[in-house]
């Protein structure tokens, strides 16, 4: 089994930040891209950004200059550091990890549970 534990969601005020962390644990044979989204009230689920086993980096252009994305390999986590928040970030945050299981597995994607995150004063 694999387990995606997400942390660091809340309620912030606008121009706060906040740090979202998500570690994959359990059976892990490799990780390539780690990612986040996000989905709003109404809204279909979209991409915030992602970054590959490498450290390539992906942004929404929504976010860009105001998100960092990270990871730490050796912990099999990634980080979202957000700042200048807006209310419409205001959303549940899902962590995704692409990944294999065993050497013979094949590639799938897992999720987070989801952690809330809203801006408002």
């Known amino acids: 089994q694999v387990q995606l534990v997400e942390s660091g969601g809340g309620l912030v005020q606008p121009g706060g930040s906040l740090r979202l962390s998500c570690a994959a644990s359990g059976s892990i044979f490799s990780i390539n891209t780690m990612g986040w989204y996000r989905q709003a009230p109404g809204k279909e689920r979209e991409l915030v950004a992602s970054?590959?086993?490498?450290?390539?980096?992906n942004y929404a252009d929504s976010v860009k200059g105001q998100f960092r994305i990270s990871r730490d390999n050796a912990k099999n986590t990634v980080y979202l550091q957000m700042n200048s928040l807006k209310p419409e970030d205001t959303a549940v945050y899902y962590c995704n990890v692409r990944m294999r299981k065993t050497m013979l597995s094949p590639t799938m994607d897992y999720w987070g549970q989801g952690t809330q995150v809203t801006v408002s004063s």
């Open positions: 970054i590959t086993s490498r450290g390539s980096t």
